[in-house]
């Protein structure tokens, strides 16, 4: 019973609490741009189910906590149900249907669709520039301070001091840099523009697979090229309001870059599926961040937050990125799309969504039971 209540407190609740952050400034960002459009909006939920607890303001928006704190929902005035699929509006008076999203002109209904996905990435970045402003930013010269024996950086040359200035031909600043193009190399052969003794060398290193710890106790296989960074040419970048932002903006675009490469490569069998995470998978991680205090937890909001924006930006029926590819058809062709065509297309995507939540539980079930 006591390892039961560690795990329910250590991994459900504070993954259900981040969850229900990220969700929403998600739900925030389509409320805050359907108002400013003129769109009346019902209910406004953080959960799903029977209403725990709520209050009805002045607008008429029904602010509420639901029993399932599983996502939440912005439901407006003229949808059907709180997926915001579009009901009968025609017994409506013309003001009426004008407060609807349907009544709206299309690049309004595409605003209000894009906003819950750019919140999350904007909260991201701004979460992720307070760190940095406040706490300071780790920096880790890309200088090699241990070459492993026996690895690929050893077999191919590459020695204690050396200074690494490109990676696949994409410049490096910071160890970091290496690292991000070495966990995208699949394996794959990683060319290195590389600075010793004044001069610069090239090597093409090829990484080895390996089964590690990812610091949290499971068990990851990765590419690696047996370096690590020297800790005397590392350092802590204290920034001002703005160079934080900047810094914020470097990383979030390069987490983005990375995932999206990521999943390109999965789609073309370069990556194994295996790396998918699902609810399981990411209460655990949120779990274990937790244990290294605030700062940890921050992280995984904003991992959790770019991700789910970019994520609902995909063009699938289902995500906002789906309703976003239909505005833009609309827009081109001067009316929406017929029914028929959105209804299969939203049966394309349900089914594209479901086989990927499948598919991602059951990689995590198989890390569970693996890790036990």
């Known amino acids: 019973m006591a390892d039961l209540l560690h795990f329910l407190w250590g991994n459900i609740v504070v993954f259900l609490a981040v969850l229900t952050v990220v969700v929403f400034v998600h739900e925030l960002g389509h409320y805050l741009v359907a108002r400013a459009c003129g769109v009346k909006i019902e209910t406004f939920s953080i959960g799903f189910g029977p209403e725990l607890i709520g209050r ?49 002109p299309v690049w309004q209904r595409a605003a209000v669709v894009a906003a819950g996905p750019l919140f999350n990435l904007v909260f991201g970045l701004f979460l992720m520039a307070a760190g940095y402003w406040f706490a300071g930013e780790v920096r880790l010269a890309p200088v090699v301070g241990k070459v492993s024996e026996g690895s690929a950086a050893e077999q191919a040359g590459i020695k204690t001091g050396d200074r690494i200035l490109q990676a696949n031909a994409h410049s490096v600043d910071r160890f970091q840099d290496v690292q991000t193009v070495v966990g995208l190399s699949v394996g794959e052969p990683v060319a290195l523009v590389i600075q010793r003794d004044g001069q610069q060398l090239m090597f093409s290193v090829q990484p ?60 073309s069998g370069r990556r194994s599926t295996e790396d998918l995470s699902g609810p399981i998978g990411i209460a655990k991680r949120t779990g274990q961040a937790a244990q290294f205090g605030t700062g940890g937890v921050i992280y995984i909001i904003i991992l959790l937050s770019i991700n789910l924006g970019l994520v609902n930006l995909f063009p699938v029926p289902m995500l906002d990125g789906g309703h976003l590819v239909f505005y833009a058809a609309e827009a081109l062709i001067g009316r929406p799309l017929s029914p028929k065509v959105q209804e299969y297309g939203f049966r394309v995507g349900l089914f594209l969504v479901i086989a990927l939540m499948l598919l991602a539980t059951r990689n995590d079930l198989v890390a569970l039971f693996r890790a036990h």
Not at 225 to 246: C, N, R, T, V, Y
């Open 56 to 104: 009805t303001a002045k607008s008429g928006t029904r602010w509420r906590i639901s029993l399932l704190p599983l996502g939440g929902y912005v439901k407006m005035f003229g949808d059907a149900d709180a997926a915001s699929t579009p009901g009968e509006t025609s017994h409506l008076t013309p003001e009426e249907q004008a407060q609807t999203l349907a009544g709206r």
């Open 208 to 267: 080895r697979i390996i089964e590690m710890d990812d610091g949290f106790g499971n068990k990851i296989k990765r590419p690696l090229l047996g370096i690590s960074s020297d800790p005397d040419a590392s350092e802590i970048i204290h920034h001002g309001p703005i160079s934080a932002m900047g810094s914020a903006l470097r990383d979030g675009t390069g987490m983005i870059s990375a995932t999206l490469t990521g999943v390109g490569q999965m789609l």
